[in-house]
Structures are given as C-alpha cells and as structure tokens.
C-alpha cells in the first residue's frame, strides 16, 4: 500500500517523530550539568537541520561529531549564558518578593525580566552562530547580541515558541519527550532562513549554492 511505503509522507512523519523524540532525550541528559546548556542546545539546532531538515546521516553519531566539532565555542559560551540566566532569574525572584512585600525596590523586576529574555534571545542567537561560523569566542557573543536586536521580530517569535515549548510542558510533563526537539527544530530554521536572506550563508538547496561534498560538510561564514 502507498501508505506504506519507506518514502510515503506517512512514514517520513514517524520517522520525524522518532528523531524529534531522541534527540529532546540526547538534549535533556547531556544538558543535566546545566554548564553543558550550550554544548548540548548548539547540537541540537545543527542536528535537526541536517537530519530532519536535509534527512541525512547518522542521529546519534552526528550529534556526538556535532558536539565535539563546536565544543570549543558552546560550552564556554553557554556556560556564560547559564549563569547569567541564573542570576538575573534569582534577582528577578527577589525584586518580586519585594513587590510582594510593597517595597519600592520590587518595582524593578520587571527590567530583570526584560534583560532576562533579551539574554535568552542572544544566547539563541549564538547557538547558531557557534555552529554556522568561524570566529572566536568573544566575536560570537558579539554577533550573537548583534543578531538579536537586528532582528528583533525574529527574536521575539523564537521566545514566542520557547515559552511555548516551556508552557506546554508544563501543562503536559510528557511533552519533554518530544517537545524541545520540535521547538528546536522551528528556532532553528528561522534563524537560519534569516541568516540565509540577510546574505550570511548560502541556502544549499539553491542552484547558485556550491554544491556540498561529503558526509555533512561545514557551510561556515562570518558575520
């Protein structure tokens, strides 16, 4: 039956499903120590393009090949990014109390909560950049905040998806299971597609694209 069939929509969609399912998995246990946040997120958008999106290789051993390709750039930087995420979430926590409490100070949260989500959009930002471009570590936090805010529609819908990811876990525990990949997968892609129509990479599946050679060759630019 057509239905049936390995390269049947049907098929394709399970097998989407499943790959969306291992790697929330791969992303939820090697991002455990809270320090690998960006070991493990910088993996995760460069697999579920190159096989989701362009249905390529080897899930498990490309995530490992990712994450040693990029661990120079994603873990200290996201690191980096964890621990001011933490901070300005526990400062955030306090000023609230304080608004609780009547006190002037309290009235300050919601400035940590606007830096919060302004750090939360950057540290995306440069997920994708560590795995799309050859720099230093202080040049990517650079174009990470610089993409941010150039292109800031853009930013505020991949928050959009990411506190919608977060709700629905929430709402829905088994979510983790399936979710984080697809809100991945969606982030990603945006921010590709916009990196792609700003002129700082090449789409590949464009004829004017040099043509790839190889199992998953680098497309690295610069900012």
């Keep these: 039956m057509p239905a049936f069939r390995a390269d049947s929509p049907l098929w394709k969609g399970i097998r989407v499903f499943i790959d969306l399912v291992f790697l929330s998995l791969l992303w939820g246990v090697c991002s455990l120590p809270v320090f690998t946040i960006g070991l493990s997120t910088?993996?995760?958008l460069d697999i579920?393009?190159?096989?989701?999106?362009?249905?390529?290789g080897i899930l498990f051993l490309d995530w490992f090949r990712s994450m040693k390709r990029n661990w120079r750039l994603t873990l200290p930087t996201g690191a980096l990014f964890a621990a001011l995420l933490g901070l300005q979430a526990y400062d955030g926590w306090l000023l609230y109390g304080l608004k609780v409490q009547g006190r002037l100070l309290g009235l300050l949260w919601p400035l940590f909560l606007l830096t919060g989500l302004v750090t939360?959009?950057?540290?995306?930002?440069?997920m994708q950049c560590c795995i799309?471009?050859?720099?230093?570590?202080?040049?990517?936090?650079q174009n990470g905040l610089f993409l941010a805010l150039a292109n800031l529609p853009v930013t505020l819908l991949l928050l959009l998806i990411v506190g919608a990811v977060g709700l629905l876990i929430?709402?829905?525990p088994a979510g983790m299971f399936v979710l984080p990949g697809l809100g991945a997968l969606g982030c990603g892609e945006l921010m590709r597609q916009r990196l792609i129509r700003n002129g700082y990479i090449k789409d590949a599946s464009s004829g004017d694209a040099p043509a790839e050679t190889g199992t998953h060759s680098e497309q690295k630019g610069s900012v």
């Design 42 to 44: 910088g993996a995760l």
């Design 48 to 56: 579920c393009h190159r096989n989701i999106v362009e249905t390529d």
């Design 120 to 126: 939360l959009g950057a540290f995306l930002w440069t």
């Design 132 to 141: 799309g471009f050859e720099a230093s570590w202080k040049q990517t936090l």
């Design 170 to 172: 929430y709402l829905i």
